[in-house]
């Protein structure tokens, strides 16, 4: 039997892949791998991110900047489900290190069924849903 693979966000930023990657490694662990347009040799600021991402990290993500008449991210009626990805620990800090200059939607809290969870927004505009089911 084989185990479901989960999508891996692929994100396009509006210069600021490099400095996203970096702030998602803070957050979720994993260094950053960044190939720039120079590097590529591809149509693109010589210095952008052509293709970027974690390395090593438990949270999968792929980003770079964006080139040409391309779209910047734009995060509405999505959110990010880290629901039960690692311990109760873990997803606290998870949380409150998103949380370093974004803003908080919906507290991580104890909800009527015993599960915690909260929602928030990061700096880069991505809405992250974090909960878990125990401290244990």
């Known amino acids: 039997m084989t185990h479901?693979?989960?999508?891996?966000?692929?994100?396009?930023?509006?210069?600021?892949?490099?400095?996203?990657?970096?702030?998602?490694?803070?957050?979720?662990?994993?260094?950053?791998?960044?190939h720039t347009f120079a590097e590529f040799g591809t149509d693109g600021p010589g210095e952008s991110v052509a293709h970027g991402y974690l390395e090593g990290s438990p949270v999968q993500l792929f980003a770079a900047d964006i080139a040409g008449d391309q779209l910047p991210l734009r995060c509405e009626g999505l959110m990010l489900s880290l629901l039960g990805t690692a311990d109760a620990a873990t997803l606290r800090e998870w949380f409150s290190r998103l949380a370093d200059?974004?803003?908080?939607?919906?507290?991580?809290?104890?909800?009527?069924?015993?599960?915690?969870?909260?929602?928030?927004?990061?700096?880069?505009?991505?809405?992250?849903?974090?909960?878990?089911?125990?401290?244990?």
């Open 4 to 34: 479901p693979v989960p999508p891996a966000p692929y994100l396009h930023f509006p210069g600021t892949a490099r400095e996203a990657l970096t702030f998602y490694a803070h957050v979720f662990g994993g260094s950053v791998q960044i």
């Open 101 to 136: 200059g974004g803003r908080v939607v919906d507290d991580l809290q104890v909800r009527p069924w015993g599960a915690s969870d909260g929602q928030v927004i990061d700096r880069y505009g991505l809405h992250w849903l974090i909960g878990f089911e125990d401290e244990g």
